[in-house]
């Protein structure tokens, strides 16, 4: 492959279980992943920054919660701050919720039951680093696969999300497994530059796993990841 | 402290603690569920204590946005 391969720091918790997984699809998908371990106070020379799912901690206290206290999160906000491109799956949602990166909470879900299945989602918006491989109002297959996954804002948050277009992906109506509110299923920063979703996209990359819907918006993070690669030479 | 979710938010934990008890037959008509936080912590006064717990909650013990907070302190006198 000609076009370089931007380096995506996958960010590794005491309990983080997907961090392979993520690793594999980013490289798949053209990027060189680089593990960052939760302790490091700084990141190194990266293009962008995922948060991989598990159970951090185990989950104790809320979901992320105490994760987000973690040496690297300091590294990670810095990064978001100067515009880098950071993306959190199931736990790195919950853990970016958690630090104030991201509106909102994530919740017990309303079935109080741990949820594994694919689910359907919406593409709300396309002008985002994560989702500018999709089309507006395209339908994504991505696995789910969590026990707190109930997005919750209070009304008055929920109505600036959807003013500002921050919702990002919604259930596909009937879908929703948690419980979550607006059947939000991913939601941006004000900014635009840090996204957390529940669905796994690192799960659904390879096609004869049932969908590679989810390899759309990997690939879409490292064609931002290799852009800003472009921008810095 | 008594961390528990604020009211108006769902609490699915104590919905099914809720059911589970008016299948016992008890008279429940709604029941949450929160967490009770015990600390021993070395504090000149009470009221140190107090805004040291203030503290622990506001940062780490309870979201704002799903939970309240109730504190006691009591003196260990030693």
Request: charged fraction near 25%; glycine fraction near 10%.
């Amino acid at each position: 492959m000609s076009e370089p391969r931007p380096r995506i720091a996958v960010l590794v918790f005491p309990g983080s279980n997907d961090d392979y997984d993520a690793a594999w699809a980013l490289s798949a998908l053209g990027a060189e992943p680089v593990a960052v371990w939760h302790a490091e106070r700084e990141l190194p020379r990266v293009e962008a920054v995922v948060l991989p799912g598990g159970f951090s901690y185990g989950d104790y206290l809320r979901a992320g919660a105490i994760a987000r206290f973690a040496p690297a999160m300091e590294a990670v906000a810095a990064f978001a701050a100067g515009g880098g491109p950071v993306l959190g799956i199931c736990n790195g949602f919950q853990i970016l919720c958690e630090a104030g990166l991201l509106p909102g909470v994530l919740r017990p879900n309303e079935s109080l039951s741990f949820v594994c299945r694919d689910v359907a989602v919406r593409v709300e918006r396309t002008d985002t680093p994560f989702t500018s491989r999709c089309a507006e109002g395209q339908r994504l297959v991505v696995p789910v696969k969590h026990g707190e996954g109930c997005f919750h804002a209070d009304e008055e948050l929920l109505a600036e999300l959807e003013a500002a277009g921050q919702v990002v992906l919604r259930y596909e109506p009937g879908e929703n497994p948690n419980g979550s509110v607006a059947d939000v299923a991913a939601v941006a920063s004000a900014t635009g530059n840090v996204l957390g979703l529940m669905p796994h996209p690192e799960h659904a990359v390879d096609p004869l796993l049932g969908s590679g819907d989810g390899g759309l918006l990997l690939a879409s993070l490292v064609d931002a990841a290799r852009e800003r690669l472009y921008a810095r030479a | 402290m008594l961390v528990r979710p604020k009211d108006g938010i769902l609490d699915p934990q104590g919905r099914a603690v809720e059911r589970s008890l008016r299948q016992l037959g008890f008279g429940v008509v709604e029941a949450r569920v929160g967490r009770v936080i015990d600390l021993d912590v070395d504090a000149a006064t009470v009221e140190e204590a107090r805004s040291e717990a203030e503290r622990m909650c506001e940062r780490l013990l309870a979201n704002p946005l799903i939970e309240s907070y109730e504190i006691a302190v009591e003196a260990a006198g030693r």
